[in-house]
């Protein structure tokens, strides 16, 4: 599910930080959980591991267990349903992913942008 097949003779400890992280989610869908809490499943992986822990979560959405993720990789939110952004412990923004990624105070809160209207 998570895409560790070619790792599969690899002791967990050996492998590289990203692939660590995605046996960490191997090892919670080997209960089949209904409900799987991902805080921040993508948190100092470089693009390459990224891009493998995107394909593991749409697998894992796919085959129907419900996700509900922590993470500040904005990229993520695509696979979203829905999207709360939350900015120093306040709710700035909810909503699917089109309407969250341009909404003025996430720009503000995560860019640094200001509005220009």
């Not at 002791?11 to 209904?34: D, F, V, Y």
């Not at 900015?87 to 995560?110: P, Q, T």
Request: glycine share 8%; aromatic share 4%; proline share 3%.
């Amino acid at each position: 599910m998570v895409g560790l097949e070619r790792e599969k003779d690899i002791l967990g400890n050996n492998l590289p930080h990203g692939l660590q992280k995605l046996l960490t989610m191997a090892r919670a869908l080997a209960i089949r959980p209904k409900l799987l809490l991902l805080d921040e499943p993508v948190g100092g992986m470089h693009s390459d591991e990224v891009e493998h822990a995107i394909e593991a979560i749409q697998r894992i959405r796919s085959s129907g267990t419900t996700i509900l993720m922590v993470e500040h990789n904005m990229r993520l939110m695509q696979l979203c349903d829905r999207v709360v952004v939350i900015d120093f412990g306040v709710k700035i923004a909810e909503g699917n992913y089109k309407e969250v990624k341009n909404h003025e105070e996430v720009l503000r809160a995560y860019f640094g942008k200001e509005s220009h209207t």
